[in-house]
């Protein structure tokens, strides 16, 4: 089941911090300091960013300020306070002064574990860089050294690699690349992050970030297997391309899109419409509705030779909701069968407003009964279903591990799917320009294209009465 940690957001120089809905299953771990805390140093102040990192970490003992009762957050991080701080964070507990020294017994720990040579913790009152904070967290918390790319520009290192990929650093935005400025010394304000970060990695393990929370992950579930680097953005449209293999480019269209000049859309090198069937209206009466262009829209596309997949937008909210809404869809498909040669969608939105029969989501376990209702119902109709999803849905709402024999298409508008979850089919806008069609249009990407034969329906099997069971036992006595 997916679980949620409340927290702030990961970056190194700046952050923010986000609640969104309920998660399916919150881990009791927040970014919040206990009821009645005082903060003891004179400088910390509650709208300072950093505020809620300092606090947290210095009623749980990890982080201290100076002995005048200032905190000194600009200051650059010293080797001694960063080996205090960070092992501490990583599960060393309070380790005693092997000298006068406050952080020479964490000092002598690190160079004894291998974390750190004692050339490279040098004086313990003199800023520690930035690297080495980086392969102090990595060794303490007994990550694997990760093998990808950096995702920083002005420097290649697995240990920092590795923490990126654990969302304990970000970096920093520079004339739109990445950053991890390993020539600046790290302030205690910025070591607050990062130690809440290392914290929550010892007690959790690693997890996915998104939007400010942290997410456990789903064993059985494929990861994302698309390279950022795969993807390329020409006037508006984006491509993907590897090994040779290039995504199908297609768009999606309702009667929202008006009527649609088709060959002009083929022309500009659309290979595939996903079109709206239908959908279930928002109020409380939830009466299914046709899109009044979808015949339109089927023959225009099929006339020019396109591939068509089809979508229903769906409000239900229990089982025997989601098959109707199926048995709607395959009445209207009958006449189309040859035409289909993409899936058929579940698409199941939230609508967060008064009177929605939404605004209240379904539990996890009704979110997954409702999946498998439609789609086995379009499956036995000799369709290949498909489910919709957002990620704010999918990390929140669904249990992606109870629904991996569908494939999935993913709605997110960046520059490459940063979504943890592989997935088939990618929603990258919803504000696409296509000749022969006036407005906006959602654009998509469609990475494991196969054209599907749509089977017969399903029959359902007969039980046939014989006279005489198949088996009838012998009596010995009569060989």
Same mark, same amino acid.
């Given at each position: 089941m997916i679980k949620r940690i409340l927290g702030g957001a990961l970056a190194v120089v700046s952050m923010f911090i986000s609640v969104t809905m309920l998660p399916v299953s919150a881990a009791k771990y927040e970014l919040a300091a206990p009821s009645g805390y005082v903060s003891p140093f004179k400088d910390l102040q509650k709208d300072d960013w950093y505020y809620e990192f300092v606090s947290t970490l210095n009623s749980a003992g990890m982080i201290d300020g100076y002995g005048d009762g200032y905190f000194g957050a600009n200051d650059p991080l010293t080797a001694g306070a960063a080996l205090v701080?960070?092992?501490k964070a990583a599960g060393t507990g309070d380790i005693a002064p092997v000298d006068s020294h406050y952080a020479s017994g964490y000092a002598k720990y690190a160079v004894e574990h291998g974390y750190l040579t004692k050339e490279q913790i040098g004086d313990l009152e003199e800023p520690m860089e930035r690297v080495l904070v980086a392969h102090l967290a990595v060794k303490a918390l007994g990550l694997e050294l990760s093998t990808g790319k950096t995702p920083f520009v002005d420097i290649d290192d697995p240990y920092l690699t590795t923490l990126y990929e654990f969302g304990i650093v970000t970096g920093s935005e520079q004339d739109g690349e990445l950053v991890f400025l390993p020539e600046q010394s790290i302030t205690r304000a910025e070591i607050s992050v990062i130690v809440w970060q290392v914290d929550r990695v010892h007690r959790f393990g690693k997890q996915i970030a998104f939007m400010g929370d942290y997410y456990d992950i789903l064993q059985d579930v494929p990861v994302n297997s698309y390279s950022p680097q795969d993807f390329q953005k020409k006037d508006g449209r984006i491509y993907y391309e590897k090994d040779g293999k290039k995504a199908v480019a297609g768009i999606d269209v309702s009667v929202h899109q008006g009527s649609i000049d088709w060959q002009k859309v083929k022309d500009s090198g659309i290979e595939f419409a996903m079109l709206r069937v239908g959908y279930r209206g928002y109020g409380s009466e939830g009466k299914i509705m046709p899109d009044k262009y979808f015949k339109e829209n089927i023959e225009g596309a099929y006339s020019v030779g396109m591939d068509v997949g089809i979508y229903f937008f769906s409000q239900s909210v229990t089982e025997a909701e989601a098959r109707q809404e199926a048995a709607y869809v395959i009445?209207?498909?009958?006449?189309?069968?040859?035409?289909?040669?993409?899936?058929?969608?579940?698409?199941?939105?939230?609508?967060?407003?008064?009177?929605?029969?939404?605004? @209240? !989501? =379904?539990?996890?376990?009704?979110?997954?009964?409702?999946?498998?209702? *439609?789609?086995? +119902?379009?499956?036995?109709?000799?369709?290949?279903?498909?489910?919709?999803?957002?990620?704010?849905?999918?990390?929140?709402?669904?249990?992606?591990?109870?629904?991996?024999?569908?494939?999935?298409?993913?709605?997110?508008?960046?520059?490459?799917?940063?979504?943890?979850?592989?997935?088939?089919?990618?929603?990258?806008?919803?504000?696409? @320009? !296509? =000749?022969?069609?006036?407005?906006?249009?959602?654009?998509?990407?469609? *990475?494991?294209? +196969?054209?599907?034969?749509?089977?017969?329906?399903?029959?359902?099997?007969?039980?046939?009465?014989?006279?005489?069971?198949?088996?009838?036992?012998?009596?010995?006595?009569?060989?």
């Open positions: 701080m960070v092992l009445e209207q498909l009958e006449p189309y069968r040859q035409y289909i040669t993409y899936p058929v969608v579940y698409d199941w939105e939230h609508q967060n407003y008064d009177g929605s029969r939404t605004q @209240k !989501i =379904p539990n996890v376990n009704m979110m997954t009964t409702m999946i498998h209702a *439609f789609c086995q +119902e379009i499956e036995d109709a000799g369709y290949q279903p498909m489910v919709y999803f957002y990620q704010n849905l999918a990390y929140n709402n669904l249990d992606l591990s109870q629904i991996t024999e569908y494939p999935f298409w993913l709605a997110q508008y960046t520059d490459y799917p940063s979504f943890y979850y592989n997935f088939d089919m990618w929603q990258y806008t919803s504000s696409g @320009k !296509i =000749p022969g069609i006036s407005g906006a249009v959602d654009l998509n990407l469609y *990475f494991t294209p +196969e054209k599907i034969q749509v089977s017969p329906p399903k029959q359902e099997e007969q039980e046939v009465e014989e006279d005489v069971p198949y088996w009838v036992p012998v009596n010995n006595s009569q060989l």
